[in-house]
């Protein structure tokens, strides 16, 4: 004989409830796997039983990725069948961003010193400990700003001073080479007028010794012509 056909409907022994729930959770599951791995598909399973015990499976994605694709696939058909909702959306957070903007410029007035009629004192105390922080904050930025100029000035005081080094060094050479240059033309020009006096002495000593040749040659000439006059 077959086997007959059960009635869906809750089973009121508790025992017999328990047994088939077991059962079935089992080729539950079974199926899922079953389901996950053929199909290739991303599977969640939750169960809770009459206790509240929780029972579950997911397929590799793992349970928190299959929720958070459910979530966005949810909200995303919601907002296909109900334009409207997604306009409301945007006004509320257009609301939101208003409200931001009107919190920050009240912020920032009273930053300034405007505005502290409304505020007690631990308001008030609050303002002041965000003004010591953000003075400290400008302050030691100023500070490292000071700091890389100090560093930036050393360094191109160390070039100009090493580029002065070698200026001077480049002027002590060229004064030497110009105090040779001198010497070199000052030892020309006293050789060249010590030649000079050379060859006048040796000129004047010629033309002596000329002179003293004639001498004789004159007394002669005086002597033939007293003698013929005799």
């Not at 022994?13 to 089992?26: D, L």
């Not at 580029?163 to 020309?188: D, G, P, S």
Request: with cysteine.
């Amino acid at each position: 004989m077959g086997r007959g056909k059960i009635a869906i409907e809750r089973i009121e022994n508790a025992t017999n409830r328990q047994v088939t729930f077991s059962k079935r959770r089992g080729g539950l599951m079974k199926k899922a796997r079953e389901l996950a791995i053929l199909c290739d598909a991303d599977l969640a399973l939750i169960v809770f039983s009459s206790t509240s015990r929780l029972y579950d499976y997911a397929s590799s994605s793992g349970m928190k990725a299959i929720l958070e694709r459910y979530h966005e696939a949810k909200e995303e058909h919601t907002r296909v069948l109900n334009p409207t909702s997604d306009a409301k959306l945007w006004q509320k957070e257009v609301v939101n961003l208003r409200r931001q903007v009107q919190n920050l410029q009240h912020n920032n007035r009273q930053l300034l010193g405007e505005e502290l009629s409304g505020s007690n004192v631990r308001d008030l105390q609050f303002l002041q400990n965000q003004l010591e922080i953000s003075l400290h904050s400008v302050t030691k930025r100023k500070e490292q700003l000071l700091a890389l100029e100090i560093q930036e000035l050393n360094q191109k005081g160390f070039h100009i001073e090493k580029e002065n080094i070698e200026l001077c060094t480049k002027l002590r050479i060229a004064h030497e080479h110009k105090m040779e240059l001198q010497k070199k033309v000052r030892n020309v020009l006293e050789y060249q007028i010590s030649g000079g006096l050379r060859s006048s002495e040796q000129q004047t000593g010629a033309s002596s010794s000329k002179m003293r040749v004639r001498e004789p040659s004159i007394d002669l000439e005086l002597c033939q012509q007293e003698q013929e006059d005799e």
